[in-house]
């Protein structure tokens, strides 16, 4: 019946003209390919398949003028290599905040049921272990495809996305007009193995596991390679204006039909107890599936909701992954040795006998520091115990005492620096020993410069640690000041260092002075200043200057800035070292003040007030309240106190801070009044 159907279809071709038999074996394929790989239910033969495809291909080769950049013979891919240019996500790609306990579970899920104050639903969905994506449709046709890189801007990959046969190029049925649906990228094991079998007969480096091998091929700059891969994907979230509903299980349920492969494994719950099932099954029943999971992820199912939650500076407050138990394995523990980070910490690493784990061989495990050394009472020789914390970081967690025969002696912490010879010391409260020596201790030079370097900071490409290291054994750098004194005619020559590797590093040292005053400030490498806390001071301060004399209240003012991290910043601009290189990175022309079109949008309507946000919202939500309150001069605060001027009250307000408010005497404002006083 399928080849008669399909002779059929041919004959009737006599009777079209080329572009439409062109559309009709377009629209066939990719309902074909939807069957096959979205489905599971194939109804024509891989023969029949190819005839079509090769019949299609054969029609848009004599007959360019109708080219389709969505059509499905742009699934085999290109063998022309392209560069990745970056582009911003229309929303940001935030990270989920992990837990790996059942009280953990419990502890989001009361947070969420306080907050929200009425009946809510969690969707339950299973966390893939691949790299994510976020694909855009406009008039049902896949227009870009972007990696989630640095959350705010990725990669665009989209003709690489178009060699995956189960992400669809055109969809079907009552979609949106324009959306954004987000998934994974996965490599089923049955490829990873394969490939690793290929690489491991040519002696080639093997993938440590599904997820690196599925983030490198996405990444290839050859699709035709990235098709031969064989990549699969599931999509799990949807963002647009309209969406066909409120509730996220809804919507994707939506989708399905439109032509995504969406996982037929989540679950709407209505309690605590419903989670924990299905948590308990799939920790057991996921190991039966074709791709790697980690975890389960946890989400508040009205969109509504999620709104008014909100966000953390990292993560919604909405949703959480639980990650499951790591695998454990047992090996031989042969040697410690230590390293000496950026900052001057001491971590201790395990060196062991070879181990599988998790997909991956483990030879090195971290210990962390003294204290976890101690409290394991470690030999060398001893038989260990690994996991992988997440999953992702291996460490030991203890050991077999009872196969301790003839081991060697015991493992005690080093007391000096193992690079410059310093002795090490220990601030109070604090686990880790630091080598104090930083303006000549070689790693701790070495690794300031390359977070400097980093793409999330300077971004200064064609430099690594290796070139950093050479540059700094050839006594070209000291210090991030002196990257901005290289010239080409000083590197040419070095090793790997032909005339167009050094043109381009020097071109990009000379780019990076247009770097952003925030992402300046992070480069910095200040201790305990990272990427949300270098953006909150950027928007606080004018220029670097302002910021150098800030005094402990001024910094400890500003949203998320606590004394721990008001001090450290103290700290640093008081040290004369720091004084002299940030005079010698601003002769450079490095960009120490913030940007006049930053400053657009600010205001002092409420500066000197502190502020507390309770309830639900219609206008906006939590985060958008949050931001319009820091850019007209006042201060959030999460807790009502003393020093509380008003609080922003939406609907559904928790009792007790209603009460608390009411016995403080603390004005209650509502959206329409606070919106007023900003007109």
């Not at 705010?152 to 992400?167: A, H, M, P, Q």
């Not at 969406?243 to 299980?249: A, F, M, T, V």
């Not at 605590?272 to 790697?292: G, T």
């Not at 999971?293 to 709104?307: A, C």
């Amino acid at each position: 019946m399928k080849t008669r159907n399909f002779v059929f279809q041919s004959i009737e071709f006599r009777y079209m003209t080329i572009k439409e038999q062109i559309n009709q074996l377009r629209a066939e394929l990719h309902q074909h390919n939807y069957n096959y790989y979205v489905l599971n239910a194939p109804t024509i033969s891989d023969k029949e398949f190819d005839d079509m495809m090769r019949q299609l291909q054969d029609l848009e080769k004599a007959h360019p003028e109708y080219m389709d950049t969505n059509s499905p013979t742009m699934r085999v891919g290109s063998d022309i290599n392209k560069d990745f240019r970056q582009v911003y996500h229309q929303y940001p790609m935030l990270s989920l905040g992990n837990t790996y306990s059942e009280d953990e579970v419990s502890d989001f899920y009361e947070r969420v049921k306080k907050a929200l104050n009425e009946e809510f639903e969690i969707c339950c969905e299973l966390k893939y272990d691949g790299t994510s994506i976020s694909l855009t449709y406009e008039d049902g046709k896949l227009i870009r495809a972007v990696t989630r890189g640095d959350g705010e801007k990725g990669d665009d990959v989209t003709d690489n996305v178009k060699t995956i046969r189960s992400i669809p190029l055109v969809l079907h049925g009552n979609y949106p007009p324009s959306f954004e649906i987000r998934g994974e990228i996965l490599m089923p094991w049955n490829v990873f193995e394969e490939l690793n079998r290929e690489k491991e007969a040519r002696e080639e480096p093997l993938f440590a596991n599904p997820r690196n091998a599925a983030s490198g091929t996405l990444k290839l700059q050859n699709s035709a390679i990235v098709a031969s891969r064989k990549l699969d994907a599931y999509l799990y979230y949807l963002l647009g204006n309209p969406l066909p509903s409120d509730g996220h299980y809804e919507n994707l349920m939506a989708a399905s039909q439109w032509g995504f492969k969406i996982s037929e494994h989540m679950k709407k719950t209505h309690s605590l107890q419903e989670i924990f099932d299905y948590i308990k099954y799939w920790d057991i029943e996921r190991k039966n599936l074709p791709v790697a999971t980690d975890g389960i992820v946890l989400k508040v199912n009205s969109l509504r909701q999620q709104r008014n939650l909100g966000y953390t500076a990292k993560s919604p407050r909405w949703a959480i992954a639980y990650k499951f138990q790591a695998e454990r394995a047992l090996t031989r523990l042969n040697q410690v040795t230590y390293q000496v980070g950026r900052t001057g910490a001491i971590t201790p690493v395990a060196n062991l006998d070879p181990v599988q784990l998790s997909g991956t061989i483990v030879k090195r495990a971290s210990l962390h520091n003294a204290d976890i050394i101690e409290g394991l009472d470690l030999h060398i020789g001893d038989m260990v115990y690994v996991e992988k914390g997440g999953e992702i970081i291996p460490k030991i967690t203890g050991v077999d005492k009872n196969a301790r025969i003839l081991v060697g002696e015991k493992v005690k912490f080093i007391t000096h620096c193992p690079e410059c010879g310093s002795k090490l010391i220990r601030y109070e409260g604090e686990a880790a020993h630091y080598c104090p020596n930083e303006t000549a201790c070689p790693p701790q030079i070495k690794g300031k410069i390359e977070h400097f370097i980093s793409r999330k900071a300077m971004n200064i490409d064609g430099l690594g640690p290796e070139t950093v290291d050479m540059f700094y054994r050839q006594g070209l750098i000291k210090d991030t000041a002196d990257l901005y004194q290289l010239r080409t005619n000083n590197i040419i020559g070095l090793e790997r260092m032909g005339q167009k590797t050094a043109d381009n590093i020097i071109k990009s040292i000379e780019a990076s002075k247009q770097v952003p005053f925030e992402r300046v400030l992070f480069a910095l490498g200040i201790r305990f200043v990272g990427e949300t806390v270098a953006k909150k001071i950027a928007k606080s301060f004018h220029d670097i200057d302002e910021l150098a004399h800030a005094d402990i209240e001024t910094l400890t003012s500003i949203d998320e800035i606590g004394g721990k991290i008001a001090q450290s910043i103290v700290s640093y601009f008081k040290n004369p070292a720091n004084q002299s290189l940030i005079e010698r990175l601003k002769a450079s022309g490095l960009q120490f003040k913030r940007n006049e079109e930053d400053l657009s949008g600010y205001t002092d309507k409420l500066a000197g007030q502190t502020i507390v946000i309770s309830g639900t919202f219609v206008r906006h939500s939590r985060d958008e309240y949050k931001t319009l309150i820091e850019k007209n001069g006042g201060k959030n605060s999460g807790s009502i106190s003393g020093k509380t001027s008003f609080i922003l009250a939406g609907d559904n307000m928790g009792p007790s801070k209603l009460e608390k408010a009411h016995k403080l005497g603390i004005r209650m404002v509502n959206e329409d009044e606070f919106l007023s006083m900003l007109s």
